[in-house]
Antibody
Framework: QVQLVESGGGVVQPGRSLRLSCAAS????????MHWVRQAPGKGLEWVAV????????YYADSVKGRFTISRDTSKNTLDLQMNSLRAEDTALYYC???????????WGQGTLVIVSS | EIVLTQSPGTLSLSPGERATLSCRAS???????LVWYQQKPGHAPRLLIY???SRATGIPDRFSGSGSGTDFTLTISRLEPEDFAVYYC???????????FGQGTTVEIK
C-alpha cells in the first residue's frame, strides 16, 4: 500500500537550517507529484511546496519562497525539504502528501515536527 | 488570491444528527478542484470528497459534497461517533499553481 514516512524534524534556533525527508513507497514515485503541507500547533493547514510529477517544476507558498527548497531523489524514492533562515512562525508539523489529479493530497504521511526556538 | 472561508467555526451536534458544513470561495473556482478532508486529533488529514461531490475510496455514503461557483457544502447525513473531527475544504489554483485551505470547521459532540 502507499506509504509516506517523514523524518528530520527537531528543535532549531531561528536563522538556522533543517532538512526534512519523506520516504515514499507503494506507488511510482518518479512520475507522481508530491507536496509538503504544514500545520502550526492548534492551527489549520498551509500548503508549503510542490514538486511537479516529472520533476520539471517546483512551486512555493509566498511565506517560504526564497528560504525553502523542495527536491527529490527518484533512485531512493525520497522527497526532501531544505529549510533555511528558519523563523519562529515556521514551527509546525510538516506533512508530505502525494498529489492526485493535480489538485488534491492523498494520502498524507504522519508528519514530522519542527520547532524553531532559541 | 482565492480565500476559502468555512462556516461555522464549530458545530455542536449529537450522534445521529445531520451536519451541514459550508465552504465559500472569494471568487469562482472550478468544482473539479474543490476537495474536503477530515482530520482527527493526532492524525493526518484524510481525503473525503474530491471534485466537490465525489467520495474518496472507502468513505461512507453518509458523507456527501455539493456546490459550484463560490459556494460548496459538505453534508454528513447522520453523525456517527467517529465523525467528530475537524473538516477542511481545499482548492487548487493554476496561475500560478497554488493550493489553499479553509480554516476548518470543528464538529464536536454536543
Amino acid at each position: 500500500q502507499v506509504q509516506l514516512v517523514e523524518s528530520g524534524g527537531g528543535v532549531v534556533q531561528p536563522g538556522r537550517s533543517l532538512r526534512l525527508s519523506c520516504a515514499a513507497s507503494g506507488f511510482t514515485f518518479y512520475n507522481t507529484g508530491m507536496h509538503w503541507v504544514r500545520q502550526a500547533p492548534g492551527k489549520g493547514l498551509e500548503w508549503v511546496a510542490v514538486m511537479w510529477y516529472d520533476g520539471s517544476q517546483q512551486y512555493y507558498a509566498d511565506s517560504v519562497k526564497g528560504r525553502f527548497t523542495i527536491s527529490r531523489d527518484t533512485s531512493k524514492n525520497t522527497l526532501d525539504l531544505q529549510m533555511n533562515s528558519l523563523r519562529a512562525e515556521d514551527t509546525a508539523l510538516y506533512y508530505c502528501a502525494r498529489d492526485r489529479n493535480g489538485g488534491l493530497f492523498d494520502p498524507w504521511g504522519q508528519g514530522t515536527l519542527v520547532i524553531v526556538s532559541s | 488570491e482565492i480565500v476559502l472561508t468555512q462556516s461555522p467555526g464549530t458545530l455542536s451536534l449529537s450522534p445521529g444528527e445531520r451536519a451541514t458544513l459550508s465552504c465559500r470561495a472569494s471568487q469562482t473556482i472550478s468544482s473539479n478542484y474543490l476537495v474536503w478532508y477530515q482530520q482527527k486529533p493526532g492524525h493526518a488529514p484524510r481525503l473525503l470528497i474530491y471534485g466537490a461531490s465525489s467520495r474518496a475510496t472507502g468513505i461512507p455514503d453518509r458523507f456527501s459534497g455539493s456546490g459550484s461557483g463560490t459556494d460548496f457544502t459538505l453534508t454528513i447525513s447522520r453523525l456517527e461517533p467517529e465523525d467528530f473531527a475537524v473538516y477542511y475544504c481545499q482548492q487548487y489554483g493554476s496561475s500560478p499553481p497554488k493550493w489553499t485551505f479553509g480554516q476548518g470547521t470543528t464538529v464536536e459532540i454536543k
